[in-house]
């Protein structure tokens, strides 16, 4: 990385007063290991940071990960609305106030005299983040209501964007985008290295050695190099287990999340003409295997191991907590945008990567809605 990028990023750590570290809410272990290494990173420095993912479902076989838990699925409120009141010559007898009908009424008492217009004064106080950290996140709107719901905190504070895919908008103030690594995770460990190396603890280089071997799948991508497993080395060095975070991510799976897999694998379907895999899985199929959704993201990880051929992989599934809607996992793997794809499912999520809920009458007509879409938008591209 280049000095005066990493001493900029230095100096906006060292100058902010409450960071906030968000990811996409689908980014898997990478995502993940990088976002926590990096927020337990800022804790141990003396940093005042919170990392927040919009509606983000961590996997049982990540929940070893140290201080997952402390990640939230929405936004603390980020300002407070302050009303003044002169009360130097009125003084203060009692105040009150009710709520009714959508409309806040606020009563102040006078011990003598009256209030008037002129006492009465506005503000606002700041946002409460003043540095923003984003990690192996493409876009803004893969933040999903994070970014949506609070896009003047984006545009209003200094971004640090650290991602490795190629389609990264380059949407922050300060961009650490490095395409030849093997993952985000990778590319934080070096920049904790140049930053303070002897912060890095055991818990620290846990959760970034997790997110590497997640997105190489313990290092057998093309996108594994010489530098990628020294980095490994050295995190290995400074106390992760490898042979245990292996064990947690693809040994140690239960009898129902195997169950499952069987069942998933067992309904899995090809449309050649569309370059399409995809399956669905009912509500019945979670109550019978004793599993529930979180476990999906694995499947859909396993699919892309034994067929790399697909160009398009939909999982399509009945939460057993909401009968009358279905969700989707929708992933593209060519240079089509899978928001553009789904787009009339008002999906969430990156170009590669969407996830969607839509109301249907049963399984099979989610299906069929579906599939029509993305039928529609391959044979209209073609044309």
Same mark, same amino acid.
Do not use: C
């Given at each position: 990385?280049?000095?005066?990028?990493?001493?900029?990023?230095?100096?906006?750590?060292? +100058?902010?007063?409450?960071?906030?570290?968000?990811?996409?809410?689908?980014?898997?272990?990478?995502?993940?290991?990088?976002?926590?290494?990096?927020?337990?990173?800022?804790? +141990?420095?003396?940093?005042?940071?919170?990392?927040?993912?919009?509606?983000?479902? =961590?996997?049982?076989?990540?929940?070893?990960?140290?201080?997952?838990?402390?990640?939230?699925?929405?936004?603390?409120?980020?300002?407070?609305?302050?009303?003044?009141?002169? =009360?130097?010559?009125?003084?203060?007898?009692?105040?009150?106030?009710?709520?009714?009908?959508?409309?806040?009424?606020?009563?102040?008492?006078?011990?003598?005299?009256?209030?008037?217009?002129?006492?009465?004064?506005?503000?606002?106080?700041?946002?409460?983040?003043?540095?923003?950290?984003?990690?192996?996140?493409?876009?803004?709107?893969?933040?999903?209501?994070?970014?949506?719901?609070?896009? /003047?905190?984006?545009? +209003?504070?200094?971004?640090?964007?650290? /991602?490795?895919?190629?389609?990264?908008?380059?949407?922050?103030? =300060?961009?650490?985008?490095?395409?030849?690594?093997?993952?985000?995770?990778?590319?934080?460990?070096?920049?904790?290295?140049?930053?303070?190396?002897?912060?890095?603890?055991?818990?620290?280089?846990?959760?970034?050695?997790?997110?590497? =071997?997640?997105?190489?799948?313990?290092?057998?991508?093309?996108?594994?190099?010489?530098?990628?497993?020294?980095?490994?080395?050295?995190?290995?060095?400074?106390?992760?287990?490898?042979?245990?975070?292996?064990?947690?991510?693809?040994?140690?799976?239960?009898?129902?999340?195997?169950?499952?897999?069987?069942?998933?694998?067992?309904?899995?379907?090809?449309?050649?003409?569309?370059?399409?895999?995809?399956?669905?899985?009912?509500?019945?199929?979670?109550?019978?295997?004793?599993?529930?959704?979180?476990?999906?993201?694995?499947?859909?990880?396993?699919?892309?191991?034994?067929?790399?051929?697909?160009?398009?992989?939909?999982?399509?599934?009945?939460?057993?907590?909401?009968?009358?809607?279905?969700?989707?996992?929708?992933?593209?793997?060519?240079?089509?945008?899978?928001?553009?794809?789904?787009?009339?499912?008002?999906?969430?999520?990156?170009?590669?990567?969407?996830?969607?809920?839509?109301?249907?009458?049963?399984?099979?007509?989610?299906?069929?809605?579906? +599939?029509?879409?993305?039928?529609?938008?391959?044979?209209?591209?073609?044309?």
């Amino acid at each position: 990385m280049a000095f005066a990028i990493n001493q900029q990023i230095q100096d906006l750590i060292a +100058k902010s007063h409450h960071m906030l570290i968000t990811f996409r809410s689908n980014g898997g272990g990478d995502a993940l290991g990088a976002a926590l290494g990096l927020y337990l990173f800022l804790k +141990k420095k003396g940093g005042r940071v919170d990392i927040v993912s919009d509606g983000v479902r =961590i996997p049982p076989s990540l929940h070893f990960l140290p201080s997952y838990a402390d990640i939230k699925t929405e936004l603390p409120p980020l300002q407070k609305f302050i009303i003044k009141v002169d =009360i130097a010559r009125t003084k203060l007898e009692s105040l009150s106030y009710d709520v009714k009908d959508d409309t806040l009424s606020i009563f102040l008492t006078p011990k003598v005299g009256m209030f008037s217009r002129e006492q009465i004064a506005t503000a606002a106080s700041g946002l409460k983040y003043d540095l923003i950290i984003t990690i192996d996140t493409p876009d803004r709107e893969a933040f999903g209501h994070v970014f949506s719901n609070n896009t /003047d905190l984006f545009y +209003k504070t200094p971004v640090i964007n650290i /991602d490795h895919h190629a389609s990264n908008e380059h949407y922050g103030q =300060i961009n650490v985008v490095d395409m030849s690594a093997s993952s985000t995770a990778e590319i934080v460990v070096r920049l904790m290295e140049e930053l303070d190396s002897t912060a890095i603890d055991k818990d620290i280089a846990t959760a970034l050695l997790t997110g590497m =071997i997640a997105n190489t799948k313990s290092f057998k991508t093309a996108r594994v190099t010489p530098s990628t497993l020294q980095t490994a080395s050295r995190l290995m060095k400074l106390g992760a287990d490898r042979d245990g975070i292996v064990e947690r991510l693809y040994r140690s799976k239960s009898l129902a999340t195997l169950k499952l897999w069987g069942v998933a694998l067992g309904r899995l379907q090809h449309e050649p003409s569309l370059g399409l895999l995809w399956l669905a899985l009912g509500a019945e199929d979670f109550v019978q295997t004793q599993t529930t959704p979180e476990q999906l993201p694995d499947i859909i990880d396993e699919i892309l191991m034994n067929a790399p051929e697909a160009r398009m992989i939909l999982l399509l599934y009945q939460d057993p907590h909401m009968l009358t809607h279905y969700s989707a996992h929708f992933r593209v793997f060519t240079g089509a945008d899978a928001r553009l794809i789904a787009k009339q499912f008002n999906p969430q999520g990156s170009a590669h990567v969407v996830s969607f809920t839509m109301p249907a009458a049963s399984l099979l007509d989610a299906v069929k809605t579906v +599939k029509e879409g993305i039928a529609n938008f391959v044979t209209t591209e073609s044309k």
